[in-house]
């Protein structure tokens, strides 16, 4: 039902003026920009939430935050996303240099709720560049270490060139009660670590499946497989969570482009949990 | 010799399907075998005498493909079994493997397997139905990889 | 706005035809933009109107599935026509509007600005099917969290003059959705036609203070029991005389259950996926947007435009559509009009008002495909049942 308690927000088709502060190319088609508010800041946004995106005189996107805002702050004066140039839109933005302006609008969709996950193990598993929206999560987990158990994290890519935020993957990795799998689709050469889908990796990974929540983001197929392997571990449908993606051209729900059966993914998504999202991606062009 | 192989394989879940007799039978042709991190485990067109059980460290399937030299297929941690040209006819095999870190596992002689299955159809039957999965979920897994998911629309089918 | 019906107003009154002219002139005087109907173009479209002449006296329709035509009536009724080609929403939700422009000062900085809407509508002859259609898209496009400020702009303010159906037509299905021929609730004034040999006059109900206020420059005379008998019995009458019907229950669960339905293949061998149905539906909401720029870019402007699920790139992600046979693409429409719609916005989203059935080019009738889905899932059901024994 779309009436909701919350009071109703007006300027939602503005997009802000924001700032780009810094732009790291990550890999070959894939930037992330750091934003800085040039106006009044949006509200802050939670790992697996997205900002609309405008590049002026072009057009916008959906793009998921990939950080954390800054600690206490409750508005976005800061924002982070990791954008790859598939687009008219997308290359556009990626090729934004500091100095420039874009528009954002947000926060918009379902939080990975990442709070709900205290007491629990977390998962992770990540496929190309879906790393980018589980980035928060991680963050989040690592900033209140102690909230949490085990923590997972799996990450696949294309190739060794393409995996995303190496230099934290490492450093991750070697943190005490952080365990971290990386696989690719094809070595490349001088590529020790491991071949093959990232399923693979779940049998070598240690969690509770009955004591465990689980972060899902990537390809809709790659979300399929490695959630069947979850499930298959004994990981409950209602503790698994996919962020979903369908067409999006407002990010608010006038535009009924984002519909998946009954989800307006930009209202009752991105994040949907694999119980609820199981039998939708499973029809046929639905 | 075969108690010790027997315990070993038993903390590992992949003959968890075996009755304890069969698991008896199969650990008489087992020893317990290690590998140094890139010593060969055995090359490709080689006879497919023995397979192995992964208990710890990781293993490459590779390929050699002249002018690009030994190519990873896919890597194979703990808890998988490597090998499976041992059950069929010309008994080579088709793919050389490595190990990637030093790997310990137990490794069994295919031919007394083989010979044991022939014997005995229940046990036959039993190590044949632990083994398909094994093939299909690479299959699956392979084929997942042709689809190249990770691609854009523009990437897809290039290298 | 309009609000819920108050028992608390005067009682109903009855105007001659001809006082339409004072009902006009009130409406002008208050800084109204009249729309309504008037034939133009072979069909009766929704206009700007500048005065009460301009309503379609005497003018009818023949309708049925793929078919409308316009003809001429025995009599001088202004609304004895059903539903034509546009709806409410080409004023409220209109098919192009601004969304914003943008400039870019030398130092980088981007002003945005918003459009301001500065018309106020009063809207006349509004169908109670179109009276609900106008209620269904409140909740959309203004009941959410997001409120819409093209639709919102518009729709503040409004006057809703609601025309209650006493000759419902051949598509027409108002009765077994629940929003009509009756108008019950959301208008300031509600008018129901009589035409009594050479006397043309309206049975006129008020709904809020606002409409109470424009109806007292309007002269008028207390509405005997015999008028309000006349009215309400027609009204009454012409519900037991609709085109067609629809089980307006168990729709959802029909549509979920069959995803998979052999039926699709069905409609897809009769559907073109013009896109008709969802240009002329009161309901249909989706639209797209556009951005341009000028030659320099420092100028920008977003648009907004109506889009259809039945468009191949509506569903467009990672280089492809989601839905591109046409079987998925009519299940989309159909599914979200009477099931989806449910649970995502509390209501059904169809009124029953028909425009789909007469202007698809191919006669689909939206309750002939639910009948056929129905018995599907009753065969299936059954062949279950027969198995289960």
Known sequence: MSTSTAPAVTGSALPRPYRVVSRRVDTGDTVTLELAHDAEPLPAFAPGQFAMLTAYGIGEVPISVSGLPEPGDSRARRLAHTLRAVGAVTRALHATAPGAVIGVRGPFGTSWNVASAAGQDVVIVAGGIGLAPVRPVLQAVLAERSRYGDVVLLVGARTPADLLYPDELRRWGATAGVQVGVTVDRPSDGWTGHVGVVPALIPGARFDPARSVAFVCGPEVMMRFTARALLACGLPATRLRVSLERNMRCGVGWCGHCQLGPLLLCRDGPVVDYARAEPLINVREL | ?159 | MSTETRGEFPPPVLIEAAALARLFDALHARGYTVVGPTARDGAIVVAELESAAELPYGVGVDTEAGRYRLRARDDQAAFGHSAGPQSWKSVLHPARAPLWSADRAADGTVIVREPVEHHRYALLGVRPCDLAAIGILDRVLTGGRHVDPVYAGRRDGNLIIAVECTEPGATCFCASMGTGPHAGSGFDLAMTELLNGDDHSFLVRVGTPAGAEVLAEVPARPADDAAIAQASGAVAEAATRMGRTMPAQGLPDLLTASRESPHWDDVASRCLTCGNCTMVCPTCFCTTTEDVTDLTGDHAERWRRWDSCFDLDFSYLHGGSVRTSGQARYRQWISHKLGTWHEQFGSSGCVGCGRCIAWCPTGIDITQEVAALSLLQMASDATDNGEER
């Open chain 2, 1 to 159: 010799m075969t108690d010790d192989v027997l315990s070993r394989v038993a903390k590992l879940p992949f003959f968890a399907g075996l009755t304890p007799g069969q698991l008896r039978l199969l650990c008489e042709a087992g020893r317990p075998a290690s590998y140094q991190a890139g010593e060969r485990v055995f090359a490709e067109g080689d006879l497919a005498d023995r397979f192995w059980l992964i208990e710890a460290g990781s293993a490459a399937l590779d390929l050699r493909v002249p002018g690009r030299g030994d190519q990873v297929i896919e890597t194979l941690a703990g808890g998988s079994v490597l090998g499976w040209s041992w059950l069929y006819p010309p008994y080579r095999w088709q793919f050389g493997a490595a190990a990637r870190e030093r790997l310990d596992t137990i490794a069994f002689d295919a031919a007394a397997v083989r010979n044991r299955c022939d014997a005995d159809p229940a046990f036959g039957y039993a190590i044949l139905r632990l083994f398909m999965p094994v093939i299909t979920e690479r299959l699956q897994a392979t084929r997942l990889r042709l689809l190249d998911l990770y691609a854009t629309s523009a990437q897809v089918g290039q290298p």
